[in-house]
């Protein structure tokens, strides 16, 4: 009977909703290899002149480091993320430029652990950093060099997986926001930037007890 062809599949939903949610558990310590933005507009002030113009860097690669700690109710799934970070980068600028950057973060954001295992994040980075660019010389000019520093702001989501009971695969995919400013031979040098950013780190949790368990 039709009923009876719907008993099984219902009772197997109602099941599965009476399952236990898993714990969020976030008591990690983060290393991830994160692709920044590439195109960036500039401008350039000196004795008072100031051109602007836009362009790209060949490359933008950073690796992060930090930690992360989630806080949340006992027994529950959904809770808040917080964190912190530091970043080391460098960028390539054609043909024999580099800049350097390093950043300090501040993580915020939610959690959630539908199943046992799988984790999603949605979180916003605050960042400040200093950063170095040196254009190597030729015949026609020297070297030239700039510091400064940048703040900046990127919202990010991802995805975790614990591929062992203390270690955790994620990927994050989201979108970066930021502005430098670099200072050298009488000239400032300001650098927008806006554009997404991939990451693919590891974590290692330095403990998986759930706050319901501690």
């Known amino acids: 009977m039709p009923a009876d062809r719907l ?3 219902l009772a197997i ?9 898993a714990d969020l558990v976030n008591r990690d310590l983060t290393l991830a290899l994160e692709t920044e933005p ?9 004795d008072g002149v100031r051109t602007t113009g836009s362009d790209a860097f060949t490359s933008h690669l950073a690796v992060v480091g930090g930690g992360r700690y989630s806080v949340t109710s006992p027994g529950s799934g959904v809770g808040l993320v917080i964190g912190v970070e530091g970043a080391l980068a460098r960028t390539t600028i054609d043909p024999s430029g580099e800049l350097w950057w390093s950043e300090g973060r501040l993580v915020a954001g939610a959690g959630w652990a539908p ?16 950063d170095r660019m040196s254009v190597g010389g030729s015949q026609a000019f020297t070297t030239f060099d700039a510091s400064g520093g940048h703040l900046a702001v990127a919202p990010e989501l991802s995805l975790g997986w614990d591929v062992r009971r203390n270690l955790r695969l994620s990927i994050g995919a989201g979108w970066r926001w930021s502005r430098t400013t670099l200072t050298g031979h009488g000239v400032e040098i300001g650098i927008d930037q806006s554009g997404p950013t991939l990451s693919l780190g590891l974590a290692w949790a330095l403990s998986d007890v ?5």
């Open 7 to 9: 008993r099984r599949p």
């Open 13 to 21: 939903i109602l099941l599965a909703a009476a399952a236990p949610a």
């Open 38 to 46: 590439t195109a960036f507009s500039w401008s350039v002030t000196r």
């Open 115 to 130: 199943l046992q295992g799988l984790t999603l994040g949605a979180v916003l980075r605050t960042g400040v950093g200093l």
């Open 210 to 214: 759930p706050p319901s368990l501690e």
